[in-house]
């Protein structure tokens, strides 16, 4: 169970960061669960989930990077990112640079796309690896304290956590498939 759990932390919050729509907030607080159960160990939930997430990040970082605006531009709608999204996104980052990316990190609906414009601007690989590790290291914290604190709720409530899952899961997908008409119906007005 300890390492099929990790395991899944890992997984989901790799691909969850790399820009796949994945709860990955709520695979860390399962992994506070395993810590509250004497499952795992909280520096070992938080490692996993941290070195997931950054990792994921710097991957969705290259692939930024590489593409660049021009590439996210025509491509970015696929992953639900709309030319204006990604000019939101811009702006921010260039009003802060490495401390947009770090705060960026604890806001949801930011948290993943932060990696694109850092990518797209050329920011050394250095400098945002040391925002995302800063702004990850305090979500993952938190999140794993929360799991921790929710305890045996988790275990109270039995096949619905797996029901829960599964439709936040199914949510994400869905809203996926709605940001990425909305993202191609609005390139398309562009």
Do not use: N
């Not at 759990?5 to 691909?15: D, E, N, R, T, Y």
């Not at 990190?105 to 690989?125: D, E, Q, Y």
């Amino acid at each position: 169970m300890l390492f099929g759990g990790l395991l899944a932390v890992l997984l989901v919050v790799f691909v969850a960061t790399a820009g796949v729509p994945l709860p990955a907030e709520l695979a860390i607080v399962y992994g506070g669960y395993l810590v509250s159960s004497g499952d795992a160990s909280a520096w070992v939930v938080v490692l996993v989930a941290w070195l997931g997430s950054i990792a994921g990040a710097g991957c969705l970082y290259l692939l930024a990077r590489h593409a660049g605006r021009p590439g996210f531009t025509r491509y970015g709608r696929r992953m639900g990112l709309s030319r204006r999204h990604l000019r939101r996104a811009e702006d921010w980052f260039d009003r802060g640079g490495f401390r947009t990316v770090a705060l960026a990190r604890l806001v949801p609906g930011l948290r993943t796309v932060i990696s694109v414009p850092a990518g797209i601007a050329k920011m050394s690989f250095a400098r945002f690896l040391a925002a995302t590790a800063i702004g990850l290291l305090v979500q993952t914290v938190v999140l794993v304290a929360i799991g921790f604190a929710l305890g045996d709720r988790w275990r109270e409530a039995g096949s619905w956590t797996t029901i829960v899952i599964v439709v936040v899961m199914v949510l994400g997908v869905l809203a996926s498939v709605v940001a990425w008409w909305r993202a191609q119906r609005e390139d398309d007005d562009a």
